[in-house]
């Protein structure tokens, strides 16, 4: 009875704030927030909310389309729950638990191919760009690093290549010890960078098969699921020598001195797309009103995000236990426009987080098909598949469509100017910005993967 009672009354209170929103009235609006006169107010199908999220900094959009008031302005009350793992995340929202939640780029990918779980999930929001690095152990790193070239101040030179590291698990496959690093989850972007980072410095990092989907066929170093906080942990213990993750765990390993970050995502891949926002097919098909308005107030979170003068308050609000819960100081390293390699190598990243410019949240086609491809070049997809099969496994999953009605409303709204909406059909231009120079075109995915030395073709 309590709550039915709750319900109700949350329920009604959406309804006058959204009555006061339609009629300009209220004074509670935020910092960041609209002209309620400018603003169109949506029939919202399901005002009451539940979004998951791994503690990782990049579910900043999340974080703070509530606490700035972005979700209430558009008639949403929206709780934030934190999840144990990748896995649960991709199963309470298929089983309807999670109306949405951040999740790794390649899940709903990876469930409209049938790799793991399948389901028909959808992203309409991309979250950021970038964000993630490659970490190994103090004693890695001390035997990379002699043979790292090192510029005038007496620093190695980035960005590092795994060429550097190749010598160090050579010398492990000698002793007869398996060389151990970890990522987030099969199909994460860790996953494929660490992958591709490794491949293009002549490293095998084992290939998936039907009969294996450990992903370790043929590897010269092992790759496994570890959860993103417990990494630095792991490898202080000596269980793994290194891993790919996104912040703060590779700062993490800074600050306690565990291990050094020795390459970033956007040096493997600049403005890579890293996490989504994913619900499932059936939800935006009964709810549409409500999917444009969660875009619309993660749109302004993105926006928000990215005006330096913001990203202050938005470490001090991630670092809540109910959200990240890593020390502020911590989080700074990289929320701020630097990253810190080695502790004192501390070196400007204005773009290590990217929540907004370059049309980060817009969520492109060609950024499912890379995803596509990857899978395909280590096993997940067994199969060979035409370009057109890469091109409607993509419309599948990612929708422009609900993104575009947000930010037609934003531009209307003056929140967004039209030049914030790309001019595109879905489909970035070529782009060789990869560690190994390899040039990516998302209309061509399989002449792409003809280019590469390891991984199938």
């Known amino acids: 009875m309590k709550k039915i009672i709750y319900v109700l009354k949350a329920a009604a209170l959406g309804l006058l704030v959204t009555a006061l929103n339609s009629c300009g009235g209220g004074d509670t609006k935020t910092e960041g927030s609209v002209d309620s006169t400018a603003k169109k107010t949506l029939a919202i199908e399901k005002p009451q909310l539940k979004f998951g999220f791994i503690k990782l900094t990049d579910m900043a959009p999340l974080a703070i389309a509530k606490e700035m008031g972005f979700f209430e302005e ?127 410095g002549g490293l095998n990092p084992g290939l998936y098969t039907a009969e294996n989907v450990e992903g370790q066929v043929g590897a010269e170093v092992m790759l496994s699921v570890t959860p993103p906080p417990q990494m630095p942990a792991t490898m202080e213990a000596g269980t793994i020598f290194g891993y790919c993750v996104g912040e703060p765990w590779n700062q993490q390993a800074v600050f306690k001195q565990v291990g050094v970050p020795v390459i970033t995502d956007m040096e493997i891949w600049k403005n890579n797309p890293e996490k989504v926002f994913g619900m499932t097919k059936k939800f935006i098909e009964e709810n549409p009103n409500t999917a444009i308005a969660v875009t619309k107030a993660l749109i302004k979170a993105g926006k928000w995000l990215d005006d330096p003068a913001n990203r202050a308050k938005a470490v001090g609000i991630l670092s809540r236990t109910a959200y990240v819960g890593a020390d502020s100081i911590v989080i700074a390293n990289s929320m701020t426009g630097t990253f810190e390699f080695e502790k004192g190598d501390k070196r400007e990243a204005k773009d290590f987080n990217v929540f907004f410019n370059y049309n980060a949240t817009y969520p492109f086609y060609s950024d499912a098909v890379w995803y596509l491809t990857q899978m395909r070049r280590w096993g997940q997809i067994t199969e060979t598949k035409a370009d057109t099969w890469y091109d409607e496994t993509a419309k599948k999953v990612y929708r422009p469509d609900v993104w575009l009605s947000a930010a037609k409303l934003l531009v209307e709204e003056g929140v967004l100017k039209e030049s914030d909406l790309p001019q595109t059909n879905g489909y970035k231009p070529a782009t060789s910005d990869f560690i190994d120079g390899m040039e990516y075109d998302g209309t061509k995915p399989n002449d792409y993967l003809k280019k590469f030395k390891i991984g199938n073709k």
């Open 74 to 200: 558009e008639g949403l009350f929206v709780t934030l729950e934190a999840q144990s793992n990748w896995k649960n995340v991709l199963d309470r929202v298929i089983d309807g638990e999670l109306d949405g939640s951040h999740m790794l780029a390649g899940q709903p990918i990876a469930a409209a191919t049938g790799f793991g779980r399948q389901a028909e999930l959808v992203t309409v929001y991309s979250m950021d760009l970038n964000g993630n690095a490659i970490t190994v152990s103090n004693d890695v790193w001390a035997a990379m690093k002699p043979n790292i070239p090192k510029g005038a101040d007496g620093k190695p030179v980035h960005p590092i290549k795994a060429d550097f590291l190749k010598p160090v698990v050579d010398s492990y496959k000698k002793q007869n010890k398996p060389f151990k690093m970890a990522i987030t989850f099969p199909v994460s972007t860790h996953n494929y960078e660490i992958r591709y980072w490794l491949a293009a």
